[in-house]
C-alpha cells in the first residue's frame, strides 16, 4: 500500500539529530513530526524574509509625491 504523504529520508549530525529529539520528546511528538513543524517553520521564516526584502524595494523606489495619505486610503 503506497504512503498517504510523500516521504523525504534526511540525514542530520548528530547534535543536530539531538536537538530534534529532545524537542520532540518535549512536544510529545514522534521525530518525524517534530522535523514536518520545524520545516514548515522554517519556510514561512523564509517567506518572511522574502516579503520583507521585496517590501524594502518597493520602498526604496517610493517617490512620496506619489505617496497615498493613510486617511485617503482607510478614510
Sequence with gaps: MPA???RVNV??????????????KEEGV????AVRDLVKQAIEIRKDIDL???A?????TLR???????KDVWG
Aim: glycine share 0%.
Design 30 to 33: 514522534s521525530l518525524s513530526t
Design 4 to 6: 498517504r504523504n510523500p
Design 11 to 24: 540525514v542530520l549530525e548528530w547534535p543536530l539529530y539531538e536537538a530534534v529529539d529532545r524537542l520532540a
Design 52 to 54: 520583507a526584502r521585496f
Design 56 to 60: 524594502e524595494a518597493r520602498e526604496r
Design 64 to 70: 512620496p509625491s506619489r505617496a497615498i495619505s493613510h
